[in-house]
T-cell receptor
Framework: SQQGEEDPQALSIQEGENATMNCSYKTSINNLQWYRQNSGRGLVHLILIRSNEREKHSGRLRVTLDTSKKSSSLLITASRAADTASYFCATGRYNTDKLIFGTGTRLQVFP | SAVISQKPSRDICQRGTSLTIQCQVDSQVTMMFWYRQQPGQSLTLIATANQGSEATYESGFVIDKFPISRPNLTFSTLTVSNMSPEDSSIYLC????????????FGSGTQLSVL
């Protein structure tokens, strides 16, 4: 399978703590994206990082990409109960618009 | 950005029947995709819905089981045919603006249960 792997599978933290999720993938990529899914419904795009970028920020989100290790991490700082959701990485390859999704991390933030 | 309306939001169906899921985008989009998400699992791409031509299916998915239509740049349907309990999943429609806009927008999903 070309699917990426994420770890941890599940993460529980207290409000105010930081949450870090990791994603590993198998093939060369054009970009890597992170999505959020609440309660098994539609996904929402969070952030995109291109293969020639190493780090990107958006609000409380920080994404890193290491193409030599084929891995990425998503850091959510100062987490809130509303951040409780599943988070998926997805890889985009050259010459195709398809995205391949990772296995996901279920984040639970306790108030 | 694009807003995607997907219906039905959920359905309970009998074994052997078929269900058609509709996906409407509020603007013209280049690419539309259909994903399946089994309970507690990640998303698996079923096919790319091509406007005016046959869909492109991923390994393990065939047209006879999952016929797809895309008559224009804003609308697509996915049919789940001759259903069995193994087809119980969430089916998600998504769209992108094409290679200049790689991020995907998603519908809210169709939760299908087959008895």
């Amino acid at each position: 399978s070309q699917q990426g792997e994420e770890d941890p599978q599940a993460l529980s933290i207290q409000e105010g703590e930081n949450a870090t999720m990791n994603c590993s993938y198998k093939t060369s990529i054009n970009n890597l994206q992170w999505y959020r899914q609440n309660s098994g419904r539609g996904l929402v795009h969070l952030i995109l990082i291109r293969s020639n970028e190493r780090e990107k920020h958006s609000g409380r989100l920080r994404v890193t990409l290491d193409t030599s290790k084929k891995s990425s991490s998503l850091l959510i700082t100062a987490s809130r109960a509303a951040d409780t959701a599943s988070y998926f990485c997805a890889t985009g390859r050259y010459n195709t618009d398809k995205l391949i999704f990772g296995t996901g991390t279920r984040l639970q933030v306790f108030p | 950005s694009a807003v995607i309306s997907q219906k039905p939001s959920r359905d309970i169906c009998q074994r052997g029947t078929s269900l058609t899921i509709q996906c409407q985008v509020d603007s013209q989009v280049t690419m539309m995709f259909w994903y399946r998400q089994q309970p507690g699992q990640s998303l698996t791409l079923i096919a790319t819905a091509n406007q005016g031509s046959e869909a492109t299916y991923e390994s393990g998915f065939v047209i006879d089981k999952f016929p797809i239509s895309r008559p224009n740049l804003t609308f697509s349907t996915l049919t789940v045919s001759n259903m069995s309990p193994e087809d119980s999943s969430i089916y998600l429609c998504s769209a992108s603006g094409g290679t200049q806009d790689e991020k995907l927008f998603f519908g809210s999903g169709t939760q299908l249960s087959v008895l």
